[in-house]
């Protein structure tokens, strides 16, 4: 059916309208994450700020050593002794780097897929660093869909486990809060993952306990800052001697918590989205009682029949004369 010059321009006035409430809501969000990420800045910084700087006390320690030196060894020429300080502090960089075996390119492989990114290891050739990129642009959409499918299953398990438990056991024929429950559940199962996850690192790292949640958080997360790696001393240490065994076993058992903590924060995810959909179609069959569509489901319609009457005009102008 042909559309009016009239009924064209009130589509267009509707798609504006759409563009600017996404604009709005653009960079009201925008405007809500800097302000978040500069609060964060003042509160680490007013947390972990030292009295003295870094600078400070590297070169304090410097000139304690200097002294000892000089004591001990008359070595009191400064050049001298900058540059035996930079011979060690040389070697004592390349002896910590870790070495390419298969369980430690596992480890960097993964990390980089799931875009946790510890930054321990990395490609130092130019032709690695080159596979680098086809790499993880074929294993990064793989990762997020495994993830993602992972994270579905274990929401609907979660959900039918506690809808036939009500059932059955608590004998609600109607269970409520379905959602709620989901996510209380799935916050509960992280829990348990991370503390057991934090206990074995305290076991074989020989880290606290703060510290194994700490990592573990960062690693769910995808955060990865690299300070404290998940079985990094215990492979080093391991590695290559006798011992080579337990690095494969403690490997297996962590991968358990590694892949299971990424498929529920994906599936914590899911229950999310899910709750948040399920409060826009309530709140949009709330407008549509009152008699009047309002919000960002009224826009998305409106965007959606102007797209289509667009369409059908560009298609052939002629058919749209003025009635």
């Known amino acids: 059916m042909p559309i009016s010059s009239h009924q064209l321009k009130q589509n267009y006035i ?23 990420g500069l609060f964060g800045s003042w509160l680490f910084c007013s947390i972990e700020k030292r009295d003295e700087n870094y600078s400070i006390t590297g070169q304090r320690l410097l000139d304690k050593l200097k002294q000892k030196m000089a004591a001990k060894y008359n070595l009191t020429n400064s050049t001298d002794f900058y540059e035996f300080v930079l ?23 993964f990390a980089a897929l799931t875009t946790v990114g510890y930054g321990d ?6 032709v690695g660093k080159v596979v680098l990129i086809p790499y993880c642009l074929i294993g990064l959409p793989l990762t997020m ?29 109607h269970p409520e809060k379905k959602l709620i429950k989901c996510f209380i559940i799935i916050i509960s199962i992280m829990t348990v993952v991370i503390c057991a996850a934090a206990a074995g690192e305290v076991a074989l790292e020989g880290w606290t306990f703060l510290d194994g949640v700490y990592c573990w958080f960062v690693t769910f997360t995808t955060i990865g800052f690299g300070d404290f790696v998940p079985f990094k001393q215990y492979r080093e240490k391991n590695e290559n001697n006798d011992t080579r065994w337990r690095v494969y076993v403690a490997g297996i058992l962590f991968t358990v918590p590694f892949v299971g903590g990424l498929c529920l924060v994906s599936s ?14 309530h ?3 709330i407008c549509s009682c009152c008699g009047q569509q ?24 002629q058919k749209h004369t003025k009635s």
């Open 14 to 36: 509707s798609m504006n309208r759409f563009m600017m409430n996404l604009m709005k809501k653009c960079v009201l969000r925008l405007a809500l994450y800097f302000a978040y």
């Open 87 to 109: 011979a060690a502090s040389e070697a004592i960089a390349v002896q910590s780097q870790p070495d390419w075996t298969f369980t430690s390119g596992c480890g960097f492989a």
């Open 121 to 126: 290891m990395s490609p130092k050739t130019t």
């Open 145 to 173: 869909l495994a993830l993602k499918t992972s994270g579905e299953v274990i929401h609907l398990s979660i959900k039918t486990i506690a809808v036939n438990f009500e059932r059955k056991v608590l004998k609600r024929q």
């Open 268 to 281: 914590l995810l899911s229950v999310i989205i899910q709750g948040s959909e399920n409060v826009k179609i």
């Open 283 to 285: 709140f949009h069959k």
């Open 294 to 317: 309002t919000g960002p489901e009224a826009n998305d319609v409106d965007s959606s029949k102007t797209d289509i009457r667009l369409q059908s005009f560009s298609v052939n102008p």
